[in-house]
């Protein structure tokens, strides 16, 4: 079993974690009840979905069963209050038991939430009470014609009368051909915005859809890969935002999801890691020694230099997530919470490579066999890859350090 951090017994001069250090300021509760749904839900379809690549749409029910189906979006809405600390709070529970559900539902949370900023109200009271149900929505943004950076597409959707013609090869959609529906991100060749970027709603079932899920390392109850959109016809009312200026909620609102959801969701893996590290190195004894694993000092540094970092991200999570719950109190933009953003991702996708190589190191032979550690350590190693990669993301921050534009 995966437990939500290092197990302190009730005895005489044991150090106590601190809740306040691993959880935030009335969050606990969420907490626990996450780490439970984590428990008795996620984990036990975890191992089938890593081995078998089998689509986890059984533990995202479950997921919106228990109510958190639409965190993020306001309260009357369906959504739950102070939203992106408590989807911090969620990501990093959920991580420590299914990574692939986690990072499916981070993605789902993000396309909900971008459908909530972006849309009309029609579109809102058509998909918003599904997706409390169960429904799974997914974006399709990144394209092989321009890799990691998929902020930029070359698709293109023209106006045909009452529709929008949609032609358009994708490239890692996570969820794809298994959500119940897609924001795409194409460009619009009739617009007079000078950002022709725009978002376009497609059902599951329209004609013109192809998926093709990759067989991947880690997360391999993604169904990630990508997706052809041939000639779909898109409804003009399903179009999200205007013809053309999507770039705003790009920064607003896709971004910001996407790195506070992944960033939680690394630090979740690597606390999964641990945890099951520490768990082997306390039962294993050698018998030759009399000593568990646990008992060697190198060990035990090993054990508390990895959790220092797992807690270094944590912090800079919830400080993070606080900060954005301002910003929507307050009325606003969510990307003035970029440059803190692309900290804590590239910081956490940094972090969980070396924790969970850490805690396949300290359950030596054991750790190498398929299991829990193997499998958090080829999980985590998406984070740095997953656009803006982490070489990206440094070159933002070192440019805003030297005050240029930070894209060009």
Not at 35 to 46: D, K, S, T, V
Not at 72 to 100: R, W
Not at 247 to 274: K, R, S
Not at 314 to 330: F, G, I, N, P, V
Request: glycine share 10%; with cysteine.
């Amino acid at each position: 079993m995966v437990t939500s951090k290092v197990t302190v017994q009730e005895k005489e001069g044991i150090m106590e974690v601190p809740t306040w250090w691993t959880c935030p300021e009335g969050f606990q509760e969420l907490q626990k009840l996450a780490h439970l749904l984590g428990e008795n839900e996620l984990l036990p379809r975890a191992i089938i979905s890593d081995q078998e690549g089998q689509y986890p749409r059984e533990s995202l029910k479950e997921i919106a069963k228990a109510g958190y189906g639409a965190v993020t979006i306001p309260m009357e809405a369906g959504g739950l209050e102070n939203g992106f600390t408590a989807f911090s709070v969620l990501s990093e529970s959920f991580a420590q038991y299914c990574p692939s559900s986690t990072m499916c539902w981070v993605m789902h949370t993000t396309t909900v939430h971008t459908l909530y900023e972006a849309g009309t109200e029609e579109q809102r009271k058509r998909y918003i009470p599904g997706i409390l149900k169960g429904d799974v929505g997914a974006l399709a943004f990144s394209e092989p014609a321009t890799g990691g950076h998929f902020w930029n597409v070359v698709s293109e959707a023209p106006r045909k009368e009452s529709v929008y013609l949609l032609n358009a090869d994708k490239s890692f959609v996570t969820s794809g051909g298994e959500a119940d529906f897609y924001i795409v991100a194409t460009s619009s060749p009739d617009t007079k915005d000078q950002d022709n970027l725009m978002y376009l709603l497609v059902e599951k079932d329209q004609e013109g859809i192809e998926s093709f899920p990759f067989s991947a390392m880690g997360l391999r109850g993604n169904a990630s890969g990508p997706m052809k959109f041939k000639n779909v016809k898109v409804p003009l009312e399903n179009r999200i935002g205007g013809e053309g200026g999507a770039g705003y909620y790009n920064d607003n609102t896709v971004d910001p999801l996407f790195l506070l959801g992944t960033a939680a969701c690394w630090i979740g893996i690597a606390q999964g890691a641990l945890n099951a590290a520490i768990d082997g190195a306390k039962k294993k004894v050698h018998a030759d020694t009399g000593s568990s694993v646990a008992g060697y000092q190198v060990i035990r540094h090993e054990l508390a230099k990895s959790q220092i970092l797992i807690d270094s991200a944590r912090s800079m999570l919830y400080r993070t997530a606080q900060a954005m719950d301002e910003c929507a109190e307050k009325g606003l933009e969510l990307s003035e919470c970029l440059y803190p953003l692309w900290q804590l991702k590239t910081h956490a996708a940094d972090m969980v490579i070396t924790v969970t190589n850490a805690a396949l190191q300290v359950s030596g032979g054991r750790g190498y066999l398929t299991g829990q550690v193997e499998k958090f350590l080829r999980d985590g190693r998406a984070g740095a890859l997953m656009g803006p990669t982490n070489e990206v993301l440094r070159e933002w921050i070192g440019r805003t350090l030297i005050e240029v534009p930070w894209m060009d």
